[in-house]
């Protein structure tokens, strides 16, 4: 088998299955692991993969700014932000992060809710904005303009002085073994301290966002209360042994 093919069928198998062991790669391709760690090592520098003690992952098809992601897979996003405005009660402290996915929610408030919304997302202040009887606060900082949020230690002292009912949390990658994270350092850092600060986490991901993991971690799996995704429930079972709530759309 030439190189090319094998490194091909490297990131075949990646692409399916999320993520494998190099010992997995080296017994189906029929070379050493020696060969496949040189594969994985050439790939990675490459930006095709993302190179794990053991093996590899595949690197999320999520689009890193803003503009790009807020069209993307909109339907979806909005069946499962329909579900995430069910979690809201009245009278609830609520964290909303910059996700293109969790702004969508403030469409399916109810008429007349009355809650407070914390978010460090200019966009999403603006969207929560329309529901006029609810509070909105808007956690200031350094605009990071790809993403439309506000970073920095202004932020995470703000989050400091609020206990919230629910964080509301978008991720770009989760699976079992790394939990939820994100590609943004800033941004993960104001995730983690939503969660923290917050008495249940929902996490909003889309079925392209499962099975990857990406540099910054925001909390293990095990921290979750509720996923909401559009993936099938078959492709979910085995997040079913970690407890937490799962709603499909």
Same mark, same amino acid.
């Given at each position: 088998?030439? !190189?090319?093919?094998?490194?091909?069928?490297?990131?075949?198998?990646?692409?399916?299955? =999320?993520?494998?062991?190099?010992?997995?790669?080296?017994?189906?391709?029929?070379?050493?692991? $020696?060969?496949?760690?040189? $594969? +994985?090592?050439?790939?990675?520098?490459?930006? +095709?993969?993302?190179?794990?003690? *053991?093996?590899?992952?595949?690197? %999320?098809?999520?689009?890193?700014?803003?503009?790009?992601?807020?069209?993307?897979?909109?339907?979806?996003?909005?069946?499962?932000? /329909?579900? /995430?405005?069910?979690?809201?009660?009245? *009278?609830?402290?609520?964290?909303?992060? =910059?996700?293109?996915?969790?702004?969508?929610?403030?469409?399916?408030?109810?008429?007349?809710?009355?809650?407070?919304?914390? !978010?460090?997302?200019?966009?999403?202040?603006?969207?929560?904005?329309?529901?006029? !009887? %609810?509070?909105?606060?808007? +956690?200031?900082?350094?605009?990071?303009?790809? +993403?439309?949020?506000?970073?920095?230690?202004?932020?995470? %002292?703000?989050?400091?002085?609020?206990?919230?009912?629910?964080?509301?949390?978008?991720?770009?990658?989760?699976?079992?073994?790394? =939990?939820?994270?994100?590609?943004?350092?800033? $941004?993960?850092?104001?995730? !983690?301290?939503?969660?923290?600060?917050?008495?249940?986490?929902?996490?909003?991901?889309?079925?392209?966002?499962?099975?990857?993991?990406?540099?910054?971690?925001?909390?293990?799996? %095990?921290?979750?209360?509720?996923?909401?995704?559009?993936?099938?429930?078959? =492709?979910?079972?085995?997040?079913?042994?970690?407890?937490?709530?799962?709603?499909?759309?």
């Amino acid at each position: 088998m030439f !190189t090319e093919e094998r490194r091909q069928r490297i990131l075949s198998h990646l692409n399916v299955k =999320g993520k494998a062991s190099s010992v997995e790669l080296a017994s189906e391709l029929l070379v050493s692991e $020696d060969t496949i760690r040189r $594969d +994985l090592k050439e790939l990675s520098e490459n930006g +095709l993969l993302k190179k794990v003690h *053991g093996g590899a992952m595949a690197i %999320s098809p999520v689009p890193f700014e803003y503009s790009a992601r807020i069209e993307l897979n909109l339907e979806s996003k909005r069946r499962m932000a /329909a579900e /995430a405005a069910r979690l809201i009660q009245p *009278g609830m402290l609520v964290f909303i992060d =910059g996700g293109t996915s969790t702004q969508l929610i403030a469409e399916f408030l109810p008429v007349g809710l009355v809650a407070t919304f914390v !978010t460090h997302s200019a966009a999403n202040a603006i969207a929560f904005a329309k529901c006029r !009887t %609810s509070k909105i606060i808007l +956690l200031g900082g350094m605009l990071v303009p790809e +993403l439309l949020i506000n970073e920095g230690p202004e932020v995470l %002292s703000a989050i400091e002085r609020f206990s919230a009912d629910l964080a509301l949390i978008s991720v770009q990658g989760l699976n079992i073994e790394d =939990g939820a994270t994100v590609s943004h350092y800033q $941004d993960a850092l104001v995730k !983690t301290a939503f969660i923290q600060r917050a008495s249940e986490l929902a996490v909003v991901a889309g079925k392209e966002k499962l099975g990857f993991a990406l540099h910054y971690r925001i909390c293990a799996s %095990s921290e979750l209360d509720y996923l909401i995704t559009d993936e099938s429930k078959s =492709g979910i079972k085995d997040f079913g042994t970690l407890g937490f709530q799962i709603i499909t759309v």
